[in-house]
């Protein structure tokens, strides 16, 4: 039971870490994008906007975890959180993906892989 317990509270601290790192990547997209607008409007040439797009994707990690018999629900939270955060900073998501995924009893081998899906891909 205890067990079960710090899981559940190593959950909740895992997906507000990610909530928090999340917000502040929304904010410096959102000032990222308003300063290439008016750079934009100010010059008269027609340039693309800049595009925020996510380094990570959750759909390998969960692929090699489903592969090696380790997907649960707790490390499919791990790979939502680190593919989320990999927005703002691919490689301390990365780092976090494999430090949970270890503290979670994910074999070694197992998580740096399915972390490097999950932050890099």
């Not at 870490?17 to 308003?34: E, F, K, N, R, Y």
């Amino acid at each position: 039971m205890k067990n079960s317990l710090s899981v559940r509270r190593f959950g909740a601290a895992t997906a507000l870490t990610a909530l928090t790192l999340v917000g502040g990547g929304v904010a410096m997209a959102s000032t990222a994008s308003a300063s290439t607008v008016a750079a934009t409007s100010a010059s008269a040439s027609a340039s693309a906007e800049a595009v925020v797009t996510p380094d990570g994707d959750a759909t390998g990690c969960y692929s090699v975890l489903y592969n090696f018999d380790e997907l649960t629900t707790s490390t499919k939270l791990v790979c939502v959180t680190t593919a989320v955060a990999a927005v703002v900073n691919a490689s301390a998501a990365y780092g976090h993906c494999v430090f949970t995924m270890s503290g979670l009893g994910v074999n070694s081998r197992v998580a740096v892989a399915a972390c490097t899906f999950a932050a890099f891909n």
